[in-house]
């Protein structure tokens, strides 16, 4: 119970429990309009109707822009938890400390997805005058919902099942050479590396052409990869350190917190090269300036990697 | 153009306070004919303005206004519509009292994004038209009438519209004040403005240059 | 251009600032009161964790009946040999307790001949002129101690009793900075076999044997080793007095916090309340507005923008307040609180730690219910019937 008392643990969960009691009510007035809505009618129930979709949707809106706030403040949370945790170093420690860590992490970055869809939808169906994807956002919230519910779920399940006494692994028994996360598919690191900057001209390539799904399919294997690649290769360069193979310690001060750039870069190149796909199901339409954001987004991505180990090289003359 | 078609506004359907405003309403505006609506308070006039301007939304009927249908738009496209098209003039001016002249005139521009200095440049263009440019950082509760008058007056011009909708615009005003609008209407009617003013001053009886007068009583049209 | 948007919402803040102002008080104070604490906490943790650096990396202790007993210094060269360690010393100190048994003081014992302790002493005291020290019995004492000397009429030296019965007399060289009279201003330090005579410690024992590991990942594995080798000794690693230090202040901060959290849920009913009160005046603005081609989304973006805007201010504000209040004035009053009323060093000045951390709790602490609060009441505002409220 400990933990509960720590002081980003309470206002990550105050804020988490704020922005459920507003998803909540977003949830009740999404219902009734999608019982009720009729956009012909010209009946008062109609027009009340209309008025109370600009609340939910601000809400909406309210809940994302604070959820994109939120996750690196999750990141730092769970960073600050591993001073108080003994065996932890940074916060792949915490975030292994219970089987509820991974799941939780991954769920949110999921719901960040899909609540970064649903503005879009919103977008488009503000420009038409007769509001023509109107259903499609509202049911698609009633699923964002159950997410946020399950994520706000399992955010005081892990909290609080994080025990100050029991030691956890650190990073480097979690990732290392004696780790359990080996690279995949017993690649060699050469190897990896090679997939990596393949899969990220193909994005390119695919969101040039404007293929929704090949782009899809690709941007998934690329965040795979990329994730790989970043804990295996990029990172230690970043940590100058061979052996050093973590995804959240270089979330700290000593690395500048280039963790946080890093990942929003590979998340947000991700994002946008998965979201046409979604688009199009959901409201036959896509975006140009979707693709554009996907290139934008993982070349500065790539170019952040390529970056360290460049000037490593050059400093130093010899690969790690 | 304006055509009203068919148009109804019941106001607290269902209850003990039902309130029939507009029964069946017709009729057709030209481009550029300035035409009176009369009546007297309570006849529906403002009513009608503000379902033009589709600020209000009818129980039942069709309002097209430049080719396009108004009157069930939703509130992004009525919003866009308004600020485009609409220049409205109420009878109590209407001004934000604790903005200066300019800021008041400025008010339907910023939500356009436009830059600053086309902004700037509409608002003096305005302005000159109003003849209040003297005024321009006086505060709005300062002013005397005659030059909320003209800074509302302004404020309706600013965005360009194509039509002016008038709400009683000279009850507020003394007779020299109230000259000195009905002038304003006769300059806009020679630029080119639709215009319709909905009022019970007989001073605008004498004014040639209106094309018709509609008559309302109880919501309904006479003849 | 959004420019002009941030101008005119701006403008209205202002024009309607009598209608903000108490709530932009009673934020101030709000962030105010947590910013106080949050920078006093960080601040005394900051100092104290410096002062806990450069405490050893692992300490032995060997134990006996589950207390600890002078250890055999002969075990130094084993530990010495481990790999990863870098340095081994015994460490001399203990308690010593006044002539009436109603206070004591911690004499350590400083082994001149070590490298490390050398530094460590050159670091605290950089005038020590090591010489002159070791000439005649001397010491270097906190100000606590300092104060019972003066009460007691010593002022140039002390006699010590050794538990023999002994009296040793040792001359005062120095009193400890400030800095560190935090945790140390009942320390004595003095020459190790000094200490040795004066606490009673035989020549081959010390109280307690320190390793440098300079690699941290490296410090729970050589943990084992030094259990595997002796098992009657209990093994201190900084890493985990670290960890408890942490433990503690997180759970005075959590306390605090818990509730602070009440008030602001008790701020944000009341931002509620008060910003559900739309008068017909402001119902007014907004009909304007709307008439003149403003959409319900733009107001909505006016308003949330404008309550945003008070928000930040609040913000601002309120830490700036609370940034004087600890590092300027010293926080008077608060530090008492802190620290305890009793015993608190003259001057006490508090080293400023703020990190981006820092702000971005303080922030999501109270910018998230603010706008959460204001939604509500700005939403209704918006859809306000404009065409009622122009009549």
Request: aromatic share 4%.
């Given at each position: 119970m400990n933990i509960f008392l720590s002081n980003q643990v309470l206002i990550f969960l105050f804020s988490e429990t704020v922005l459920y009691l507003l998803a909540l009510i977003a949830f009740v007035g999404t219902l009734q309009i999608l019982k009720l809505w009729d956009f012909q009618a010209t009946t008062p129930r109609q027009y009340a109707l209309e008025k109370r979709a600009f609340l939910i949707v601000t809400m909406i809106q309210l809940i994302l822009w604070f959820k994109i706030l939120l996750l690196p403040y999750f990141a730092y949370t769970i960073d600050k938890l591993s001073l108080l945790i003994p065996g932890a170093m940074c916060g792949a420690g915490v975030i292994a400390a219970n089987p509820y860590g991974n799941p939780l992490l991954l769920l949110k970055i999921l719901l960040l997805f899909g609540i970064g869809i649903w503005l879009i939808v919103d977008r488009e169906d503000q420009k038409a005058p007769d509001y023509p994807f109107f259903k499609t956002k509202f049911r698609f919230y009633l699923l964002l919902f159950v997410l946020l519910t399950t994520e706000y779920i399992l955010d005081i399940v892990y909290f609080s099942h994080i025990s100050t006494s029991d030691v956890v692994q650190c990073c480097s028994a979690i990732f290392g050479i004696s780790g359990s996360n080996r690279i995949p598919f017993n690649l060699n690191t050469t190897s990896l590396v090679a997939i990596f900057y393949l899969l990220y001209l193909l994005t390119v390539l695919l969101a040039l052409q404007r293929r929704p799904w090949l782009l899809f399919i690709v941007s998934l294997l690329f965040l795979y990869f990329g994730y790989q690649s970043v804990v295996h290769f990029f990172g230690t360069y970043i940590y100058q350190l061979p052996t050093h193979k973590c995804p959240f310690c270089m979330l700290q001060k000593e690395y500048w917190y280039v963790g946080y750039l890093l990942w929003s870069l590979l998340f947000g190149g991700v994002f946008f090269g998965i979201a046409n796909a979604a688009l199009s199901v959901m409201i036959h339409k896509t975006s140009l300036r979707l693709y554009r954001l996907a290139i934008l987004f993982n070349t500065f991505f790539v170019i952040l990697c390529t970056a360290y180990v460049l000037f490593y090289l050059i400093q130093n003359g010899v690969w790690l | 153009m304006i055509e009203v078609k068919n148009l109804t506004k019941i106001f607290?359907?269902?209850?003990?306070?039902?309130?029939?405003?507009?029964?069946n309403i017709s009729f057709t505006i030209r481009d550029n004919e300035l035409v009176l609506l009369k009546g007297v308070s309570g006849s529906g006039k403002s009513t009608l303005l503000a379902i033009i301007a589709s600020l209000l939304k009818p129980s039942s009927g069709d309002v097209v206004v430049e080719g396009r249908?108004?009157?069930?738009?939703p509130d992004l496209h009525a919003s866009k519509f308004r600020a485009t098209t609409i220049g409205f003039i109420f009878q109590s001016f209407n001004l934000l009292d604790h903005l200066s002249v300019s800021e008041n005139i400025a008010v339907p521009l910023i939500p356009m994004k436009l830059p600053k200095t086309e902004l700037i440049r509409r608002v003096e263009h305005a302005m000159e038209l109003a003849n209040i440019s003297h005024k321009r950082d006086t505060t709005a509760k300062n002013l005397s009438g005659g030059e909320k008058q003209r800074c509302a007056i302004a404020r309706a011009l600013v965005n360009t519209p194509k039509v002016i909708l008038c709400d009683e615009p000279t009850a507020n005003l003394d007779l020299d004040n109230a000259h000195a609008f009905v002038e304003v209407i006769r300059r806009l009617k020679q630029e080119g403005y639709t215009i319709l003013i909905a009022t019970h001053d007989t001073i605008f009886d004498t004014l040639q240059e209106v094309d018709r007068t509609i008559a309302i009583e109880n919501g309904e049209i006479l003849q | 251009m959004q420019s002009s948007f941030l101008s005119f919402v701006f403008l209205l803040v202002d024009k309607h600032r009598n209608k903000h102002l108490a709530i932009f008080f009673i934020s101030t104070l709000l962030v105010a009161l947590v910013s106080a604490f949050w920078l006093l906490s960080a601040s005394i943790k900051h100092d104290a964790l410096v002062a806990l650096a450069q405490q050893p990396d692992i300490t032995v202790q060997k134990m006996r009946a589950g207390r600890s007993v002078d250890i055999e210094t002969a075990r130094i060269d084993r530990y010495a040999?481990?790999?990863?360690?870098s340095n081994v010393a015994p460490r001399v100190f203990g308690r010593y307790f006044t002539p009436d048994r109603t206070h004591y003081f911690t004499i350590v014992g400083i082994d001149f001949f070590d490298e490390q302790m050398v530094k460590w002493i050159r670091e605290l005291l950089p005038q020590i002129d090591i010489r002159t020290f070791l000439e005649k019995p001397h010491m270097v004492v906190g100000e606590r101690v300092k104060q019972f000397m003066h009460a007691h009429y010593y002022d140039d030296y002390y006699n010590f009793i050794s538990p023999e019965g002994k009296e040793q007399r040792v001359a005062l060289y120095k009193a400890l900075p400030d800095s560190v009279n935090l945790i140390a201003s009942d320390t004595i330090l003095m020459d190790i076999d000094l200490a040795r005579r004066i606490l009673g410690v035989?020549?081959?024992?010390?109280t307690d044997i320190i390793l440098d590991v300079p690699n941290p990942m490296e410090r729970d594995n050589i943990r084992f080793k030094l259990l595997e080798m002796d098992y009657d000794t209990r093994i201190i690693t900084k890493t985990a007095l670290e960890k408890a230090y942490e433990n503690l202040y997180n759970y005075k901060g959590g306390i605090f916090l818990l509730g602070a959290l009440i008030v602001l849920v008790t701020f944000m009913l009341i931002l509620f309340q008060r910003y559900t009160m739309i008068n017909s005046a402001d119902r007014k603005e907004i009909a304007i507005l709307r008439a003149v081609g403003w959409s319900i989304k733009d107001v909505i973006r006016l308003k949330l923008l404008e309550s945003l805007t008070i928000a930040l201010l609040a913000f601002g504000a309120g830490f700036l307040l609370a940034y004087g209040y600890i590092f300027?004035?010293?926080?008077?009053?608060l530090k008492e609180i802190f620290l305890g009323f009793g015993n608190l060093p003259v001057a006490m000045h508090f080293t400023p730690v703020v990190d981006f951390g820092m702000l971005s709790s303080l922030f999501l602490f109270f910018v998230v219910p603010f706008l959460a609060s204001v939604v509500i009441p700005v939403w209704k505002i918006a859809v306000t019937d404009a065409s009622e409220a122009l009549k």
């Open positions: - | 607290n359907e269902g209850s003990e306070a039902t309130f029939h405003a507009l029964k249908h108004v009157a069930k738009l | 040999n481990i790999k990863g360690v035989d020549q081959e024992k010390a300027g004035l010293h926080a008077p009053l």
